[in-house]
């Protein structure tokens, strides 16, 4: 694993997780599903596309 800084608040860790771990990530995260991302907006979160057009995943390992 390294470091490389684009700047001192900007950097970028080269492998970081093998070809095996992502695929074991990305099979994970596929068998729990994704949802559409929310935003907070004056206390309350809600699904604005204009703002935010992506799905996540929110996951929680218990650690």
Do not use: P, W
């Given at each position: 694993?390294?470091?490389?800084?684009?700047?001192?608040?900007?950097?970028?860790?080269?492998?970081?997780?093998t070809?095996?771990?992502?695929?074991?990530?990305?099979?994970?995260?596929?068998?729990?599903?994704?949802?559409?991302?929310?935003?907070?907006?004056?206390?309350?979160?809600?699904?604005?596309?204009?703002?935010?057009?992506?799905?996540?995943?929110?996951?929680?390992?218990?650690?």
């Amino acid at each position: 694993m390294h470091k490389y800084s684009h700047t001192v608040k900007i950097f970028e860790v080269k492998v970081f997780l093998t070809e095996k771990e992502c695929a074991e990530f990305i099979e994970l995260s596929e068998s729990i599903g994704y949802e559409s991302a929310d935003v907070q907006l004056s206390g309350n979160r809600q699904v604005l596309s204009n703002i935010r057009n992506n799905e996540r995943l929110n996951y929680f390992s218990g650690l």
